[in-house]
């Protein structure tokens, strides 16, 4: 064969060679989804068009909705922002991975917080065993987002730098999602795993001046307005978001999950003259973040990917601690030992049946007592079966009594039925006992 020939049949086989692995990575990039994790930050679960609400608007979460499975009577097992988002990253309980507030006792570095992040598995560390690229926008409160594993990220988590809960990463969102996109444009073929969880609608309210007069009326208090407005705004960022991921072609392979990391509702001055005395008048009212009831641990979870999971509503109880499993499950990887949720994919083939019993969460202190023991910060456990929910109050709230409420009757949680159906409560309190008891863990 002459020299020639030798060149050409040597080019032929490096292009083969070059297909070859094109297929490969191509084949691995199918195999393993690009993810997504949008995560609402204070917002009540009927804050959306979808979910009813009559004035606020969200043409963006509507068409998400419209595209997924979605869960309508999702929880989140506990309603204040630190521990809520540490059951997304880790699909443990608070009880288990010790991140159970949002800040240390008084005087305690807070740096002294990070071992429990460092302890246990996290979504990102484990997705990059399968070579995912993954970013951090919007509240982190564990330090150096690299800790869990994130590979890329706009939070850098440095407390001496004002690092508590997201410092330049609150930026997403309220000051455009450049960062993000670029993020997205950077992986190539690698695929990659998103945790957009912005400062949105959170407070401050400071929502455009477009928004806020859409909604500013002589029949909705200021406050509601400038929450309502906040709400669109956020949904607006989901939009851009979503429409990125279009325009790059990417969405037929991404898993797209939905979830509020807690409740909120908007405090409302009696009057104009307790408007004018309040002290803070953006601020959540009672039965919402950081209580036990329905107003801060209820949200919609939603997962769309197209083709493989079938749009519709399930009324099926599920928890955000059903998050991790399904999307390791999803990616082919095992959900640990540790971990208590189901996979919601097998209940979605089901049609939404599921044999799980119940779901649980529990409610702690903003500032820990001991940052190694839970049990000291407890303020309530609750457990939901069927229309049923119990919620008990710990040891250490003795003026508080447990609350049964039937939320298919009463989903607002007004009249405390414990009194008529004691042995209903009595049946939910083995359940929560046999979950946790705090008193021998």
């Not at 009831?293 to 109880?317: C, Q, V």
């Not at 640990?336 to 209940?347: C, F, N, P, S």
């Not at 409610?363 to 190694?372: G, T």
Request: proline share 7%; hydrophobic share 35%.
């Amino acid at each position: 064969m002459s020299a020639f020939g030798k060149l050409a049949t040597l080019l032929i086989m490096i292009i083969g060679l070059v297909n070859s692995l094109t297929v490969a990575r191509a084949a691995t990039k199918a195999d393993h989804p690009n993810i997504v994790m949008i995560i609402s930050d204070d917002q009540a679960w009927n804050d959306y068009h979808f979910m009813g609400h009559d004035v606020i608007q969200t043409p963006q979460l509507d068409k998400l909705a419209a595209e997924s499975a979605v869960f309508k009577r999702g929880y989140v097992p506990t309603s204040l922002c630190r521990p809520s988002l540490m059951t997304l990253a880790t699909g443990l309980y608070p009880y288990q991975n010790k991140i159970t507030g949002n800040d240390p006792p008084e005087g305690m570095d807070r740096r002294k917080l990070l071992k429990h992040v460092q302890s246990v598995d996290c979504l990102p560390r484990m997705l990059g065993k399968l070579g995912y690229k993954s970013f951090q926008s919007g509240k982190w409160w564990e330090g150096s987002p690299k800790l869990a594993g994130f590979t890329s990220a706009m939070t850098h988590g440095d407390p001496k730098r004002g690092g508590r809960h997201g410092d330049l990463g609150l930026k997403i969102g309220r000051e455009g999602m450049a960062p993000l996109f670029q993020f997205l444009d950077d992986c190539g073929q690698d695929p990659f795993f998103v945790w957009y969880a912005p400062f949105l609608p959170h407070t401050p309210h400071n929502p455009p001046k477009r928004l806020l007069d859409k909604y500013r009326s002589a029949e909705i208090p200021i406050e509601l307005s400038y929450y309502y407005a906040m709400c669109e705004w956020f949904d607006e960022t989901c939009g851009q978001l979503l429409g990125y991921l279009d325009e790059k072609k990417l969405s037929e392979n991404t898993i797209v999950v939905y979830v509020t990391d807690n409740g909120w509702i908007q405090f409302v001055p009696e009057s104009e003259v307790a408007r004018k005395k309040a002290k803070r008048r953006f601020r959540y009212a009672p039965k919402s973040k950081r209580s036990p009831y329905d107003g801060g641990i209820r949200t919609p979870i939603m997962f769309r990917w197209p083709g493989k999971i079938k749009p519709a509503e399930y009324d099926t109880l599920v928890s955000s601690i059903d998050i991790v499993p399904t999307l390791l499950k999803a990616v082919g990887l095992k959900p640990t030992k540790a971990m208590q949720g189901i996979d919601l994919l097998q209940v979605m083939e089901a049609g939404g049946k599921t044999n799980r019993r119940a779901i649980f969460g529990d409610i702690y202190e903003h500032d820990m007592v001991d940052i190694d023991d839970p049990a000291s910060s407890l303020k309530y456990r609750w457990c939901i079966e069927g229309d049923w929910k119990l919620i008990v109050p710990s040891s250490r709230l003795s003026n508080e009594k447990a609350e049964l409420y039937n939320l298919a009757q009463d989903p607002f949680e007004k009249k405390n039925r414990i009194a008529d159906f004691p042995d209903k409560s009595d049946q939910l309190l083995k359940l929560t006992d046999a979950w946790w008891d705090g008193a021998s863990k």
